[in-house]
């Protein structure tokens, strides 16, 4: 795994230390954060110690962070795994601590997370199953570029390519 820090303009993100398992544990069981998503996980400590060892692993088919705030709270998590080793197409996940959301962290997150893994990573597609009725992020991504494929899932399928995203929101503009 990656162990760099990727600062955005208002959040950074690094993947998490162990002693940060707690803060994990903390967001996935909380019932405000994740009713958009499936609804809160819980998992004994050993479940999570296993959980940690995996994302950390270098065989590991994804990348892994936490997001900070300028306080260095952390406030969120942003992820990917791999779906199509072949066409390099990353199936991403964001969270905000519900306490944390309407203040453009997911945005900035979002946006340097994708910069991050388009272009220096090498990803040529980020994808995303939303929820149907989760028509907050639906909103969201289509702001961003993604485009939905309604025939690709019975969730909301949304994608964007390399190419869409920089010409959108390339840093060098």
């Known amino acids: 795994m990656k162990t760099e820090t990727i600062n955005g303009n208002i959040i950074y993100f690094r ?24 609804g809160p996980i819980s998992m004994s400590d050993e479940q999570y110690q296993q959980w940690f060892q995996k994302i950390i692993s270098s065989d590991n088919d994804g990348y892994y962070c936490l997001i900070f705030d300028s306080n260095d709270t952390p406030i969120g998590e942003v992820s990917y795994r791999l779906i199509d080793k072949e066409n390099i197409i990353g199936a991403q996940n ?7 959301r309407k203040k453009g962290y997911a945005k900035d997150a979002l946006l340097s997370f994708l910069d991050y893994a388009f272009n220096t990573l090498g990803l040529n597609i980020m994808t995303d199953e939303i929820a ?42």
């Open 15 to 38: 993947p998490p230390k162990k002693n940060e398992l707690s803060f994990i544990k903390h967001m996935w069981e909380d019932s405000a954060t994740m009713k958009e998503v499936g």
């Open 94 to 100: 964001i969270k905000i601590l519900a306490d944390h």
């Open 132 to 173: 149907i009725d989760n028509k907050v992020s639906h909103k969201f991504f289509l702001d961003l570029g993604f485009k939905h494929y309604p025939e690709k899932s019975e969730h909301f399928w949304v994608e964007i390519n390399k190419n869409t995203f920089n010409s959108l929101h390339s840093k060098s503009k």
